[in-house]
């Protein structure tokens, strides 16, 4: 079980973007994309085919598991994430309130 999942919003632990938070988008093996986060600019050919124009873009890279971390409503900050069993079933649990996510 996944410890932060897509859709889950997240804060940024180091880097350019230390403090942002973001929606997470998509889920790679060790890296999420995250909205907003992490963003570069490609320069990006035209394409008749596809009708593609082409110039700057820009558009979200992922960025490491070890550098964000769940944002807590409750307290308003970044919070690590354990998994509990609660009833046989897998949940997970903030580790400083120990409320369910």
Request: aromatic share 2%.
């Amino acid at each position: 079980m996944n410890k932060i999942r897509k859709g889950d919003t997240v804060v940024v632990l180091t880097g350019r973007d230390k403090g942002k938070r973001g929606e997470v988008v998509s889920v790679l093996e060790g890296k999420y994309v995250v909205s907003g986060i992490n963003q570069v600019k490609r320069n990006v050919k035209p394409n008749p085919m596809k009708n593609e124009v082409g110039g700057i873009t820009t558009k979200e890279m992922p960025i490491q598991a070890a550098n964000v971390a769940l944002y807590n409503k409750d307290t308003q900050k970044a919070d690590k994430v354990t998994i509990q069993l609660v009833d046989g079933r897998k949940q997970r649990v903030f580790k400083s309130t120990g409320k369910a996510v």
